[in-house]
T-cell receptor
Framework: QKEVEQNSGPLSVPEGAIASLNCTYS??????FFWYRQYSGKSPELIMFIYSNGDKEDGRFTAQLNKASQYVSLLIRDSQPSDSATYLC?????????????FGTGTRLTVIP | NAGVMQNPRHLVRRRGQEARLRCSPM?????VYWYRQLPEEGLKFMVYLQKENIIDESGMPKERFSAEFPKEGPSILRIQQVVRGDSAAYFC???????????FGSGTRLTVV
């Protein structure tokens, strides 16, 4: 399977701080990049997607993509305790055209009140 | 507007039995994906289906596992002669197109005793 690498964490940040989550991927043909949030015992939910190099902002979340470096990141501003979850990076399979997503193992984020 | 429906939520099977997991995609979604998640691990891609077709089954074990998505009815992931190592959470996801983010179901937690 394609490699999608994330630091497993845990990453701890104080409430109100910026949380920075990073992801690298191996498939240079990948075109679509997604961030999912998964609470313990629950299913993943989509929070951000990005297709083009640069930044994309949505509320407190900013996704950053650098295809040359094969790197995608997620910034969470003004972190809240409710943001405590595992964040999964997902990258589409770009070579065969099937375009199914491959996921990293996730980074566990804890926001300390 | 029901989301992705998976059933059963929990399934217990004895070694050697068959497990049958069902997934009904969101309305308007014709692309279905199955993933397996072991405790403290990421989502592992298994199979990608579109109505009546298997698009990519590269993540599916060669033996005992099969999947279908018939013209009518839900997608089925079938595991024959289950073993303890099959115990995991199995998530189904759907999308409108292969380039969109996925919507996940609540998962089926399979326990093999």
């Amino acid at each position: 399977q394609k490699e999608v690498e994330q630091n497993s964490g845990p990453l701890s940040v104080p409430e109100g701080a910026i949380a920075s989550l990073n992801c690298t991927y191996s498939d240079r043909g990948s075109q679509s990049f997604f961030w999912y949030r998964q609470y313990s015992g629950k299913s993943p939910e989509l929070i951000m997607f990005i297709y083009s190099n640069g930044d994309k902002e949505d509320g407190r979340f900013t996704a950053q993509l650098n295809k040359a470096s094969q790197y995608v990141s997620l910034l969470i501003r003004d972190s809240q305790p409710s943001d405590s979850a595992t964040y999964l990076c997902a990258v589409n399979e770009g070579q065969t055209g099937a375009n199914n997503l491959f996921f990293g193992t996730g980074t566990r984020l804890t926001v300390i009140p | 507007n029901a989301g992705v429906m998976q059933n059963p939520r929990h399934l217990v099977r004895r070694r050697g039995q068959e497990a049958r997991l069902r997934c009904s995609p969101m309305k308007g979604h014709s692309h279905v994906y199955w993933y397996r998640q072991l405790p403290e691990e990421g989502l592992k891609f298994m199979v990608y289906l579109q109505k009546e077709n298997i698009i990519d089954e590269s993540g599916m074990p060669k033996e005992r596992f099969s999947a279908e998505f018939p013209k009518e009815g839900p997608s089925i992931l079938r595991i024959q002669q289950v073993v303890r190592g099959d115990s995991a959470a199995y998530f189904c996801a759907s999308s409108r197109s292969p380039f969109d983010g996925y919507t996940f179901g609540s998962g089926t937690r399979l326990t093999v005793v």
